[in-house]
């Protein structure tokens, strides 16, 4: 037996480790891998009596990490990461890319993503193209992807991320919200109207009470409205004449230039790099990546 073998546990056992620390939970670190519960929680055990130690503190539905856990788990991390890098990069080289996986979220998809495919797949006709949409951050997907397109910084340093362009955030509305506004319309009056708020749980995200007090209302108060969990239906409410909501410009457009909403004027913040993109470390240069940014640059600016 090498040492290697004596010494570092078993890989399978270090996975369903680092998900079930990852979660403080093993149902969901088995729903992530696809195994079953009983799976994880034979693969912890084994991984304790490996290492002689408590790694998890049993609770009735979660699992609360021991210190010698949170120590194994960053260890495991990098060498996990490590090892992914590495091998992802000799696949790389010892084949022939022929598929682009893109991934962003619902919105930038259909607005940003989406018109630039054809031209995308005009310069390089032999890509498979296949594109993830989703409404979760994009550092919380397990999925690979070749490159990523989102609103705002990720949360961790494992992506190597890139500025695409800036946006701005702006009220809009139904045409017939808009056309009962009084006028002229001050921050005052539009912190009083119907708001549609988008509950992102993010603090980088601009909400209503961050654009009032950017814009000079010092005193926001309890803003009331209606709060969603998504920015599409958001929108969708606003089209109905159900209050106005902050929409950002390079996924509103859509709406405002087939009149279904309108940009109410005088009130606008600007978001520098609002819109970046996020690959996988290497991040090694490749020529559909290249052209896909430099599409969507050209076309956001």
Known sequence: MSRWERSVPSLANLIAFEAAHRHGNFTRAAEEL???????????AALETDLGVELFERGRHDVTPTAEADTLAAATRGALSDLAITADGIRRRATKRTRLTIR?????????INPAIGELRERHPELDIRI????EPIES???PFDIGIQY??????????EAVADDEVFPVCSPEVA?????????????NQRLLHVDYGEPAWTDWAQFLRHL????????GGVFLSTYLVCLDLAERGQGIALGWGQTAAPRIQAGQLVRIPGF????????????????????PIDDLLTMLRDRLA
């Open 179 to 191: 056309a009962t506004l009084p006028q002229p319309l001050t921050l005052d009056h539009l912190a």
């Open 34 to 44: 696809h195994y079953s519960q009983a799976t994880v929680s034979r693969r912890i």
């Open 268 to 287: 606008t913040q600007t978001i520098p790099d609002a819109i970046r993109a996020y690959r996988p470390p290497p991040a090694e240069p490749w020529e």
């Open 132 to 135: 993830l949409t989703s409404f």
């Open 216 to 223: 000079g209302l010092d005193d926001v108060g309890d803003l």
């Open 152 to 161: 705002g910084r990720n949360r961790t340093s494992d992506l190597v991320e």
């Open 104 to 112: 962003s979220d619902v919105s930038l998809t259909a607005a940003v």
């Open 141 to 143: 997907d397990s999925e």
